[in-house]
């Protein structure tokens, strides 16, 4: 690809159109076998199912050979370092989580600024010196180790977290005392999607049989099982507690009461729904027993006032409401929901997340897509709204029962991430800690505006822009999205965005359906026989910012993760004159297939399954992978990693073949295949500031628009 600029044009404005001379890539050449599927009575062809081996050495070399023609068209990209170098300054900045208090001792994480992981901290007492406690910078050279902290011990004297590498699913779990930070000998292997539910000296935990040597990134993950490990034994001496040999595909998951006197086991069949079961650990010899029938509803234990517990739930209440139940008057035969009492109940906004510290509940609502926080008493008596500094996104206000007071974290799209301290006592919210980064929030501006979908539905969107912005059509735009899950996006800062907006482009969230903004009626307009909804909402809201002139096809970017990634394919193949640059991440791809690989089967709840008729119409109709005819496609870039587990590359790698099989105009579509990485979480710094680097240089590149540096 050669540009040609006009030089006086580029004195006068910060953002210079070029003038692109497009030439597509020479892609590597990808072999086609002769795979087929008949499903019902429809043959399906597969042709690139060899690229699913990702272990194989013939995927290895198609690998090697897409990723060579990838960076060999960035590096020719003129200011793709500058981007890199001015990415690297904006995330130079000293960065803290919200403390959280175990005993004497208070936790945190914080960054220097450029450190691939942040550390974490501990002190006694809020005015001590802070010390390392545990730095995942120390755990791998390349920064690839990821840590999270799992659970204090009931007496606050061990902590257990988990470490993932390279951005696997899988996780280490090991025990820290907290005097002294003093590792303990504790190893338990082959854990995931897993917390540390203490009890007494040792802990409830999760985990699968240890997969076949070869198959572990890719291999379906079935017969999850609860174990309990006691302190400073070899796992091989842990206690099986639970498992379901008649049902392969569930997840289970461990909470106990912070008086130990309840065990909790949650049970899912996918990432919708959850099944209660529930023991009296005060009881020598008592069973588990059914709390809550599954998979309709949504079940959260909040605490406990002795045998008496509070339940967040959507049963009943499509927003959510919060419910008391008394274990110790529970009548056999009766169902749970029909003897519980409605403590706060459902509203028109959404209740996001119910917390509690210091024996009060804190219920936090979402009214269109921004934050509201209620303090209420364990009788149900809301006593006042915690003031919050703007529009935003606030998250925090847990602890423990005898706490004196809670922090919180407040963020919106100009409003880097502040540390807030609230005291119980006198009410009062003080900032504790704010943010270092240097940015001029007054230069930028948020709006949050709402369109119609194809079907009338009213949509919001959020556009984050430099003050003073000229609508005619000419700006660059990156539209971003998720569509699923009962996931919410909402309103957050991002130093690593400033790279963007300080150059004149424009950022767009859309909060689609399929999300859980508006409640569980949202998610469900936008799941399953419903998932059109989501590519229509988000279609809608492209011909919104092109209507308005923010932005126009030639100037307008589309981004999505995951699921995500999954709604980028397809309203790419709906839709491919509406943008001329696409970025799917780590992509559900192949809609007929993907409850194939590791925990996609957990994934069915939300989308159907190729096994079912009725779904495998309404995949067949809009997956990614199916969907891609000979046609222009706008500039797409994909990316994945090599270690992701979550969504196994495979999906990318087939779609991106098929992809530059089909394409008929000279837009490049590439894959970015990141190595040592995952589907995300833990992600290095540096990592992902050369993958924020390569996107918008691409962005920028494929618009004809050059930076101002």
């Known amino acids: 690809m050669s540009t040609k600029s006009t030089t006086g044009f580029c004195l006068v404005f910060s953002l210079c159109v070029l003038m692109v001379n497009a030439q597509a890539p020479v892609y590597p050449r990808t072999e086609k076998g002769t795979d087929q599927d008949n499903y019902h009575g429809t043959t399906v062809s597969d042709p690139y199912r060899w690229l699913e081996v990702d272990t194989a050495e013939n995927v290895k070399k198609w690998v090697e050979a897409q990723n060579k023609v990838t960076f060999d068209y960035l590096a020719k990209i003129p200011y793709r370092e500058n981007f890199r170098k001015r990415l690297t300054e904006i995330m130079n900045y000293e960065r803290f989580s919200a403390p959280n208090k175990a005993g004497d001792y208070y936790f945190f994480s914080k960054n220097d600024g450029l450190q691939n992981q942040s550390v974490i901290y501990y002190q006694k007492g809020l005015d001590a010196e802070p010390r390392v406690f545990l730095d995942p910078n120390s755990l791998s050279k390349d920064g690839t180790a990821a ?44 854990v995931k999607f897993s917390g540390a539910a203490w009890y007494k000296d040792g802990f409830f935990y999760s985990r699968y049989a240890t997969p076949a040597k070869g198959t572990e990134l890719s291999a379906k993950n079935e017969y999850h099982q609860v174990w309990y490990h006691k302190l400073g034994t070899a796992q091989s001496e842990d206690q099986l507690i639970y498992e379901d040999k008649a049902n392969a595909l569930r997840y289970y998951g461990s909470q106990v009461t912070e008086d130990e006197r309840y ?12 099944e209660i079961l529930y023991r009296d650990l005060t009881r020598p010899g008592s069973k588990l027993s059914l709390l809550f029938k599954g998979f309709e509803h949504e079940y959260g234990i909040i605490d406990n006032e002795g045998s008496k517990i509070f339940i967040s739930t959507n049963h009943g209440a499509l927003n959510n409401h919060v419910t008391l139940l008394d274990l110790a008057t529970l009548k056999p035969g009766v169902p749970a929901h029909e003897q519980w009492q409605v403590l706060v109940p459902e509203t028109s906004s959404l209740l996001e997340s119910v917390s509690s510290a210091g024996g009060k509940l804190f219920l936090n609502y979402l009214q269109d897509v921004s934050s509201h926080v209620y303090r209420y008493s364990f009788s149900g008596v809301r006593e006042m709204e915690i003031p919050l500094p703007a529009i935003g996104t606030a998250s925090g206000f847990s602890g423990y029962r005898d706490d004196k007071e809670v922090f919180f974290t407040f963020t919106s799209f100009t409003y880097p991430p502040t540390i807030y301290r609230y005291s119980l006592a006198d009410r009062q919210v003080t900032k504790f800690r704010g943010s270092g980064v240097k940015f001029n929030p007054d230069a930028f501006t948020t709006e949050q505006v709402f369109f119609n979908s194809k079907d009338g539905t009213r949509v919001p969107m959020f556009i984050v822009h430099k003050k003073g912005l000229k609508r005619d059509g000419k700006n660059p735009t990156l539209l971003y999205a998720y569509g699923g899950f009962n996931v919410n996006l909402n309103p957050g800062f991002s130093a690593a965005r400033l790279a963007l907006l300080e150059q004149g482009a424009i950022f767009v969230m859309a909060n689609i359906r399929g999300g859980g903004e508006y409640g569980e009626a949202w998610h469900k307009a936008g799941m399953l026989l419903n998932k059109q909804n989501v590519f229509d909402d988000f279609i809608a809201a492209a011909e919104y910012l092109i209507r308005e002139k923010y932005t126009s096809p030639s100037f307008l970017a589309v981004q999505g993760g995951s699921n995500g990634g999954l709604l980028i394919g397809a309203v790419v193949n709906q839709r491919p004159d509406l943008y001329k640059v696409a970025f799917p991440a780590v992509g559900v791809m192949d809609m007929l297939r993907f409850h194939k690989f590791t925990v996609g089967w957990g994934w069915v709840v939300e ?4 096994d079912s008729v009725q779904h495998f119409r309404n995949l067949l109709n809009y997956s990614p992978l199916h969907n891609i005819r000979p046609a222009e496609y706008p500039a797409v870039m994909v990316t994945t990693a090599d270690h992701d587990d979550r969504v196994v590359p495979a999906h990318s790698f087939k779609y991106i073949a098929t992809l530059q099989e089909k394409q008929k105009g000279n837009n490049p579509v590439l894959i970015r295949i990141d190595v040592k990485a995952g589907h995300g979480a833990g992600k290095p710094l540096s990592k992902t500031i050369e993958e924020l680097a390569d996107t918008y240089s691409f962005m920028f590149y494929n618009m004809g628009v050059t930076p101002s540096w």
Do not use: C, H, P
Request: charged share 20%; aromatic share 16%; hydrophobic share 35%.
């Open 147 to 190: 840590v999270s902290m799992l659970g204090f011990s009931g007496d606050k004297k061990y902590l257990a977290y988990a470490i993932n590498q390279s951005g696997s699913d899988w996780q280490t779990i090991r025990v820290k005392q907290v005097e002294g930070a003093k590792d303990m000998s504790d190893e338990l292997q082959w």
């Open 263 to 274: 065990l909790f086991i949650y049970v899912s069949q996918g990432t919708y729904g959850t």
């Open 607 to 610: 989308y159907g399954s190729s």
